[in-house]
């Protein structure tokens, strides 16, 4: 049975979504010219600042693009709906805000995306044009702790891009904007639950299956499996089992600081994701840990996918500066 859509024409979809978006935020956001799918920041690139460009797949939305504004990204490749962006509009988008300092690209460990942004550094470099990279792999379900390495990026890209946005935006060398990624990258944990799948726009046929009395601890933003599937559990148990994940690895110590990020995969709502907050809450109170900032709603969805994902983020005195840094971009707005 195919899902219900309000688009004209899926193969159309992403296009369509980039006209609406630029015409929203034109303060904010311009399309490179030539390469419609390469967005830069009006405010942010200039000379001698490091420039940070993200990207990745559409569907997440407002990751990638809508973290593209002054203090945060300066720029963001958009690939089709959960498919990496090609080199060239990396390429492009790296040229629009080079300012001489070099580029930081910061994007989500999946294999395709690696693929061509390593392509886009590989052609900058013949132009001179020095390119880092900082994978996100904060998705603790998806491999053990002692491969890392091997971890999806996910929704804890919203700290990590938030990190390195605030130390290219004060105008930190490339080495120290690199330093900083990775250490706000190390100190991100994620886990989500899925309740019901998604459908691309192209074929309006759910991507993957599950009971509808099941849900999913682990599952990935684009539908890859879990860790666990069962019957469908109360609100506090859900976030008990996350949290329980994430605290078996982050090991938090009374005292310790963290920032909240209680994130909708696409058609939960707030009413359900306030009801986890308040576990997420309680848990770490009871734990003696502190939080310094909570954000709950729409931050790295998987379309219309029904779930939820709980991040946090360990901070130090560094990573707190960064995180309070002002940012002001098309879909998010800080400090």
């Not at 499996?225 to 559990?233: D, N, T």
């Not at 379309?303 to 360990?314: N, V």
């Amino acid at each position: 049975m195919q899902t219900k859509k309000i688009v004209n024409d899926g193969a159309r979809a992403v296009e369509e979504m980039l006209q609406g978006v630029l015409a929203a935020h034109p303060r904010h956001i311009r399309a490179v010219e030539g390469s419609p799918r390469s967005i830069v920041s009006l405010n942010g690139p200039r000379p001698g600042k490091v420039g940070l460009v993200i990207g990745g797949g559409s569907g997440h939305e407002p990751t990638f693009l809508g973290f593209v504004g002054k203090g945060l990204a300066d720029a963001c490749a958009v690939g089709n709906v959960f498919a990496s962006p090609p080199p060239d509009p990396i390429v492009e988008c790296a040229k629009a805000v080079d300012g001489g300092a070099g580029i930081l690209f910061a994007y989500g460990n999946y294999a395709g995306d690696v693929m061509n942004f390593d392509m886009a550094a590989e052609m900058l470099a013949m132009e001179d044009i020095e390119v880092r990279t900082v994978l996100s792999t904060d998705d603790v379900a998806s491999a053990p702790p002692g491969e890392r390495e091997k971890r999806r990026g996910v929704a804890g890209n919203f700290f990590v891009f938030k990190a390195g946005g605030a130390a290219a935006d004060r105008m930190l060398p490339l080495d120290e904007c690199e330093r900083i990624l990775r250490k706000a990258n190390d100190q991100t944990y994620t886990v989500g639950v899925a309740l019901a799948p998604c459908s691309l726009p192209q074929t309006r046929r759910p991507n993957f299956e599950i009971g509808p009395d099941e849900m999913e601890i682990g599952m990935g933003i684009h539908g890859e499996p879990g860790v666990e599937r069962g019957p469908l559990r109360t609100a506090d148990e859900i976030v008990d089992d996350i949290i329980d994940k994430i605290f078996a690895e982050m090991a938090p110590s009374r005292g310790d600081r963290v920032a909240v990020l209680v994130n909708s995969l696409g058609s939960t709502p707030l009413m359900e994701l306030y009801i986890m907050n308040r576990r997420v809450a309680a848990r770490l109170a009871d734990r003696g840990v502190e939080t310094h900032a909570t954000w709950v709603g729409n931050y790295c969805t998987s379309l219309e996918m029904a779930g939820a994902s709980i991040t946090l983020h360990r901070l130090d005195g560094e990573l707190q500066s960064m995180l309070d840094h002002p940012c002001d971009c098309a879909m998010f707005r800080a400090g």
